[in-house]
């Protein structure tokens, strides 16, 4: 990339001639943004950049969101940063109903072993990532196991994700999350 920088202005242009204008606006820092994701597990500056970085880091903290919303039986935050997603919609709808019969689960975490994405095209990045679920147990009202509902860990590769930039939040949001 440096090379092109250099070889630009190699026509006699002089580097103010070639350089993009400087926009009068900064981007968005901690000091200027709300704060977004649960007080313990707030959403990292790097995943709030509209970038192809910034999605990959979003990702990665919608699987650890996925994890905390396990934990606690609470999905509310995998809502907030999930936009017309059939598989979030579902899962956010089964933790609720296991939350409301009186469930909790034990283990499940999720971990992601690989993840690639496009570049940002306008405000769309589409992902392939694999995860890693650690064996998951889903407890009755009582405290005890049941046993049609345990599993072993499993894993998830080459599964999609597409991701939308959210101008209101500056933030991603999960459109689609395909899991194989």
Do not use: H
Request: hydrophobic share 35%; proline share 7%; net charge negative.
């Amino acid at each position: 990339m440096a090379i092109a920088v250099l070889t630009s202005c190699s026509s006699g242009e002089t580097a103010n001639e070639t350089l993009p204008p400087v926009s009068s606006s900064a981007a968005p820092t901690s000091d200027t943004l709300q704060p977004l994701g649960p007080p313990d597990l707030p959403m990292p500056m790097e995943a709030r950049q509209q970038s192809e970085a910034g999605a990959q880091a979003f990702l990665r903290y919608y699987m650890q969101l996925y994890s905390a919303a396990q934990a606690s039986m609470n999905a509310d935050y995998l809502d907030q940063f999930s936009q017309d997603c059939a598989t979030c919609d579902r899962i956010i709808e089964e933790i609720r109903q296991d939350a409301a019969t009186g469930y909790s689960y034990r283990g499940g975490q999720i971990s992601v072993d690989y993840l690639d994405s496009s570049p940002v095209k306008g405000s769309v990045v589409e992902a392939v990532l694999s995860i890693r679920q650690s064996p998951l147990t889903v407890i009755d009202s009582t405290g005890q196991p049941i046993p049609s509902l345990i599993f072993d860990e499993r894993t998830s590769s080459g599964s999609g994700a597409l991701l939308g930039w959210d101008e209101t939040t500056n933030s991603w949001v999960l459109n689609q999350w395909d899991v194989n």
